[in-house]
T-cell receptor, first 112, second 113 residues
Framework: ELKVEQNPLFLSMQEGKNYTIYCNYSTTSDRLYWYRQDPGKSLESLFVLLSNGAVKQEGRLMASLDTKARLSTLHITAAVHDLSATYFCAVDERASGSRLTFGEGTQLTVNP | GAGVSQSPRYKVTKRGQDVALRCDPISGHVSLYWYRQALGQGPEFLTYFNYEAQQDKSGLPNDRFSAERPEGSISTLTIQRTEQRDSAMYRC???????????FGPGTRLTVT
């Protein structure tokens, strides 16, 4: 059974600081997704990582994938309050466009 | 363009009643997925379709849950004889092709009393 673990689960940080969220998974896969969820809202797709070594950046967020280590990171640069949300990573276990297995989520709070 | 839509947005039902949750995917999207999300947790896979064919229903908790997508577009998730433990947010997602990023709908909040 595929397990996807994120850490930390809760992150409180100051504006302007940098931090990294980690996503470990337990089986071979080269498809990993990052989503953002605001309270009471749906999930918004942030990044799709489809191969080993993939790196994608959007604004203050950068995601990377190391399939050999079964690890993805979401790096936050110079955090701003608007980034406060819950971030989920999700792994496509079968790499065939089927089920996604989600991590527990990292609840990020950026304080002014 | 229009995103994934779901109806109803909120559903309160009494234990033992049947409910039907509807998902209207993004037009032209081949793949449609159902997930269930408990408060404070990530979504949990239920089932998915490519066109009208149900490809994987291994995430459905038991035989009270079923889903269909008869014309390859709109899908219905049906829960028979609802129980309190069925209370959750039910989310639908679609992707243009299998394996592409999944776009999520707003969800249906189901409460079983």
């Amino acid at each position: 059974e595929l397990k996807v673990e994120q850490n930390p689960l809760f992150l409180s940080m100051q504006e302007g600081k940098n931090y990294t969220i980690y996503c470990n998974y337990s089986t071979t896969s080269d498809r990993l997704y990052w989503y953002r969820q605001d309270p009471g809202k749906s999930l918004e797709s942030l990044f799709v990582l489809l191969s080993n070594g993939a790196v994608k950046q959007e604004g203050r967020l950068m995601a990377s994938l190391d399939t050999k280590a079964r690890l993805s990171t979401l790096h936050i640069t110079a955090a701003v309050h608007d980034l406060s949300a819950t971030y989920f990573c999700a792994v496509d276990e079968r790499a065939s466009g089927s089920r996604l297995t989600f991590g527990e989520g990292t609840q990020l709070t950026v304080n002014p | 363009g229009a995103g994934v839509s779901q109806s109803p947005r909120y559903k309160v039902t009494k234990r033992g009643q049947d409910v039907a949750l509807r998902c209207d995917p993004i037009s032209g999207h081949v793949s449609l997925y159902w997930y269930r999300q408990a408060l404070g947790q990530g979504p949990e896979f239920l089932t998915y379709f490519n066109y009208e064919a149900q490809q994987d229903k291994s995430g459905l908790p038991n035989d009270r849950f079923s889903a269909e997508r008869p014309e390859g577009s709109i899908s219905t998730l049906t829960i028979q004889r609802t129980e309190q433990r069925d209370s959750a947010m039910y989310r639908c997602a679609s992707s243009s092709i299998p394996g592409d990023e999944q776009y999520f709908g707003p969800g249906t909040r189901l409460t079983v009393t």
